[in-house]
């Protein structure tokens, strides 16, 4: 049975990852920084290895939690961790090549920078394609440590947090509308979107035929959509009147939380070049089923209050 190290197991990535790898026949070693957390308990209940590791640890120690394994999933934590996201994801892959590991799956984004000439600059998508790049290295280096790699999109979870629709009420009328406040430009790019339980699956897949997918890049995308599109199937799945409003990404840049520069910079690289310019994404449709808008929308039972 081929056992694979899961990083970020308790996450949302690595959760998916680590579940669609259980249901598939793999044998699973969840890594997380909290081997008592609910969520620990809950995959070493569907039969899961658990294992405390954590991104920020010593190459030995990481080493030593891999040992045995034939495959990782890794995706690293910009906002844990921000620009030493860099230096942890390298001494992971060091230690996966040291430890023996054979397929190694990375979680990883467009390079911003790069595709835009310097025009933009998002570090938590440019430090992951460094790190990429240098599992590349690896790979070459090393034929028989195999790397792989999938991107995902813009969150659908995060319709119902950090871009949750916000309340609004017309004085005179008492008319109820949520505005969906996104920098994403209506002249632009449409919106790639995801589910990211889907990556499990796409996971799952690749990790069954490592000589197939060496060396590529799988994007998935369950949606490409502007604004208002967005907006009005929101409306129809909640009954509630969504109406969308297009912030400036230098406005949205000023709103002050931590993060804010950085995102707009996201969305105007999202704007102009899409979430993986040019890459195909069609091939994640073809590996599993991914989910769109309206389906996300059921399935998590989005609500507006």
């Not at 961790?81 to 054979?102: P, T």
């Not at 509308?177 to 339980?197: A, H, I, N, R």
């Not at 912030?247 to 709103?255: M, S, V």
Request: aromatic share 12%; hydrophobic share 40%.
């Amino acid at each position: 049975m081929t056992v694979v190290a899961v990083f970020g197991s308790t996450g949302a990535q690595g959760g998916s990852v680590a579940r669609a790898l259980l249901k598939n026949g793999f044998k699973v070693r969840a890594l997380t920084r909290n081997p008592d957390s609910e969520s620990a308990k809950a995959l070493k209940n569907q039969g899961a290895e658990i294992v405390k590791c954590d991104d920020a640890d010593p190459k030995e120690s990481i080493e030593k939690a891999l040992k045995g394994s034939d495959s990782v999933f890794c995706v690293t934590n910009f906002w844990a961790y921000f620009h030493k996201e860099l230096e942890y994801g390298i001494n992971i892959a060091n230690a996966a090549l040291s430890a023996g590991v054979k397929h190694f799956v990375f979680s990883g984004l467009a390079p911003c920078n790069k595709i835009s000439g310097g025009k933009y600059n998002v570090p938590h998508f440019d430090l992951k394609y460094k790190i990429e790049e240098h599992l590349r290295e690896l790979s070459k280096n090393n034929p028989s440590f195999v790397t792989s790699f999938v991107y995902v999109p813009f969150y659908m979870q995060n319709f119902k947090t950090y871009f949750a629709p916000k309340r609004t009420v017309d004085e005179k009328t008492q008319d109820v509308t949520y505005v969906l406040g996104l920098p994403s430009d209506p002249k632009g790019l449409p919106l790639d979107m995801g589910d990211v339980d889907d990556i499990g699956s796409i996971v799952a897949v690749i990790m069954k035929e490592p000589s197939k997918y060496s060396g590529k890049v799988i994007p998935y995308s369950g949606d490409a959509l502007h604004g208002d599109k967005i907006a009005e199937i929101m409306s129809k799945a909640t009954g509630k009147k969504v109406v969308f409003n297009f912030i400036q990404p230098k406005e949205y840049a000023q709103f002050g939380f931590p993060g804010a520069e950085e995102m707009a910079e996201m969305f105007s690289f999202y704007n102009e070049f899409g979430a993986f310019n040019k890459l195909d994404k069609t091939e994640a449709s073809k590996m599993a089923k991914i989910t769109n808008l309206e389906e996300f929308l059921r399935k998590s039972k989005f609500q507006l209050e």
